[in-house]
C-alpha cells in the first residue's frame, strides 16, 4: 500500500523515489471534486498512480494537480503524470509555468545542482500550455463544503505556492517551511541557491498568519505543532544566515560554515549523523542548503550600505 489516510478527505501517497521511503510524497484529497497535492519527480508517477487506483479513484474525475514549484521532486512529474490523468490541469506559479510547458533549461539546471539526485528524480516531460494553470492566489471548490485556497510563499523559489485545505485546517507548505524528517521528528532547512531570507521569512508569517492545525510537509508527511514549528523555522533560518554571514565575513570554506552550522543549530547537532548518512540529504542539506546561504551572505554584502 502507498496511501494511508492522514485526515478528513485527505491522503499521503508515500512515492518511495529511488526506493528511498520517507523522501518525497504526494497528497490526494478526495471528496466529489479530487485533487492531487505535487505531482513527484518524474520517476515515482507509477508510485503516485498506483495509489490513485488504491483510493479507486477514476483518473478522470481528478480536475487538478496543484504544484507547490516546479523543482523535480515537486513538479517534474507532472508532464508524464498528466498523461495519466485526461482532464486534469497543473495549477503553478506563474514564474513556473514556463519551465512546465518546456523544461529543456529546467533538466540541464537540476542536474547542475543536484547532481546525481536528479537521475534519482527522472527528467521532466513538458505539459500541454492548455493544461497548465498560472496564478498566486485563488480558492477552489473541493465538494462537500470543502475549499482549497492559494497563497504566494516564496524564498525557496520564487516560484512556490502554499496550498490550504479546509477540511483539517492543514496547510501544503511545499518547501517554504523546510524538510520535516519524521524519524527525528524536527525539521532542517530547504535553501538551495539562489534562496532569498526576506522573503522566505515574509512567507512564514503568511503561513502563520492562517493559524494552521497541521503541516503537510513534501519532504516528509504530516507535522502537528504548525505554529509552533513555522516560529522554530523561522529562527533556524536566521541562526544559519548570521553563521554564513560571519563564514563569508571570515573567509571561510563552505565546509568550514557547514561544520559551524552543524555545531551550533541544535537541531544539526542532534540529528548530524543521521543526515550525514542519508543517501540523498547528505548532499541536499549539507551542500545545496549551506551553498544556498553562503551566496545569500555574499550578495548581501556586496550591496552598497545605506
Not at 57 to 67: G, L, S
Not at 217 to 233: P, T
Not at 288 to 299: L, M, P
Request: proline content about 7%.
Amino acid at each position: 500500500m502507498h496511501t494511508k489516510k492522514i485526515g478528513k478527505n485527505l491522503y499521503q501517497v508515500e512515492l518511495d523515489t529511488g526506493g528511498i521511503k520517507q523522501l518525497i510524497c504526494s497528497y490526494i484529497i478526495a471528496g466529489p471534486k479530487p485533487m492531487l497535492v505535487e505531482a513527484g519527480p518524474t520517476n515515482s508517477v507509477p508510485n503516485l498512480l498506483s495509489g490513485i487506483q488504491e483510493l479507486g479513484i477514476a483518473p478522470q474525475a481528478i480536475e487538478y494537480v496543484a504544484v507547490t514549484h516546479i523543482h523535480l521532486d515537486h513538479g517534474g512529474g507532472a508532464g508524464t503524470l498528466l498523461k495519466h490523468l485526461p482532464n486534469a490541469k497543473v495549477l503553478v506559479h506563474p514564474r513556473g509555468a514556463p519551465h512546465m510547458i518546456d523544461p529543456e533549461r529546467l533538466w540541464p539546471s537540476s542536474q547542475a545542482v543536484l547532481g546525481f539526485v536528479s537521475e534519482i528524480f527522472g527528467k521532466p516531460e513538458p505539459v500541454s500550455k492548455d493544461r497548465v494553470v498560472s496564478l498566486t492566489e485563488g480558492t477552489f471548490e473541493l465538494g462537500a463544503g470543502g475549499k482549497l485556497s492559494v497563497l504566494e510563499t516564496v524564498g525557496h523559489a520564487s516560484h512556490n505556492l502554499s496550498f490550504f485545505e479546509s477540511f483539517n485546517g492543514g496547510v501544503f507548505p511545499g518547501d517554504a517551511a523546510g524538510t520535516f524528517l519524521p524519524d527525528c521528528g524536527v525539521v532542517v532547512p530547504t535553501t538551495p541557491p539562489p534562496f532569498h531570507l526576506e522573503a522566505a521569512l515574509a512567507s512564514l508569517d503568511k503561513l502563520i498568519a492562517l493559524n494552521p492545525t497541521v503541516l503537510y510537509f513534501s519532504h516528509f508527511g504530516i507535522a502537528d505543532n504548525a505554529v509552533e514549528r513555522l516560529k522554530a523555522y523561522k529562527v533556524q533560518l536566521q541562526l544559519w544566515a548570521d553563521i554564513a554571514e560571519a563564514g563569508v565575513k571570515a573567509g571561510l570554506s563552505l565546509e568550514q560554515i557547514r561544520d559551524n552550522i552543524v555545531a551550533q543549530d541544535p537541531v544539526m547537532t542532534q540529528i548530524s549523523d543521521y543526515v550525514k548518512a542519508h543517501q540523498i540529504y547528505k548532499k541536499t542539506v549539507l551542500e545545496n542548503c549551506v551553498r544556498g546561504f553562503i551566496e545569500y551572505a555574499k550578495t548581501k554584502q556586496s550591496k552598497p550600505q545605506s
